[in-house]
């Protein structure tokens, strides 16, 4: 089916270790972003790509890097990873950046760091 | 700036019960508005949207109506079932920017 596709669906790390998050669609979209989800907090920008060859900072980048490897897929990568980013982790794709259209989502990494 | 405030949770409601989830938001010039709801365990779906003032968004029996004059985005359901569990998100985009997302609203209905 037609979508975005995340991986993997659950991952614990320790602290300090180092891993990618997998994200592709396969909807011709141009747009790309990641979010973590928080209790009480909603969701949370990380990084985006409003179109293949660019990245951009959201809310909360630090501790985060990403790379928009073609128009397909956008991976997350968490360098070091910390317990305070113990969270679910969602990528997201639109056709472009203009704000009329719906995104669509993945259906989420949930990520464990002790 | 932009930011879209929502009412806080849990809602818990009886089988066959009117719901409302209040919507309201800051935006700088002409948002689009959006209700994305996310079942246990699974991303976001996009419920219904409205992309110009007065306009009513409506999808599954819910809908919600655009109120430029209030800010405005309320979402209502008649008659709520018990497969309506879930947790509901209002949402704005500005035309060339991401998407910016209320905190959430939990609800369960009981039968």
């Known amino acids: 089916n037609a979508g975005v596709t995340q991986t993997p669906k659950f991952q614990v790390l320790k602290t300090g270790q180092s891993m990618t998050l997998q994200c592709a669609q396969d909807?011709?979209?141009?747009?790309m972003y990641w979010y973590r989800q928080d209790p009480g907090m909603g969701l949370r920008l990380i990084y985006y790509s409003a179109s293949e060859g660019t990245t951009d900072k959201g809310e909360v980048p630090n501790g985060y890097n990403v790379s928009r490897l073609n128009k397909r897929e956008f991976s997350l990568r968490l360098e070091s990873a910390a317990p305070s980013q113990t969270s679910v982790y969602f990528c997201a794709s639109v056709p472009q950046a203009q704000g009329r259209v719906g995104y669509t989502f993945g259906s989420g990494t949930r990520l464990t760091v002790v | 700036g932009n930011s879209v405030t929502q009412m806080e949770g849990p809602v818990t409601l009886s089988e066959e019960a009117f719901l409302t989830i209040n919507c309201t938001y800051t935006?700088?010039?002409?948002?689009?508005l959006f209700w994305y709801v996310q079942y246990p365990g699974e991303g976001l779906q996009l419920l219904l949207k409205?992309?110009?003032?007065?306009d009513k968004g409506s999808n599954k029996g819910f809908e919600a109506t655009y109120r430029k004059e209030t800010t405005s985005f309320h979402l209502e359901k008649g008659s709520v079932q018990v497969s309506d569990s879930a947790v509901y998100f209002c949402a704005l985009s500005v035309p060339g920017n991401q998407f910016y997302f209320g905190t959430g609203t939990s609800l369960t209905v009981i039968p």
């Open positions: 909807m011709n979209h141009n747009s």
């Open positions: 409205a992309t110009k003032a007065d």
């Open positions: 935006a700088t010039g002409y948002p689009s």
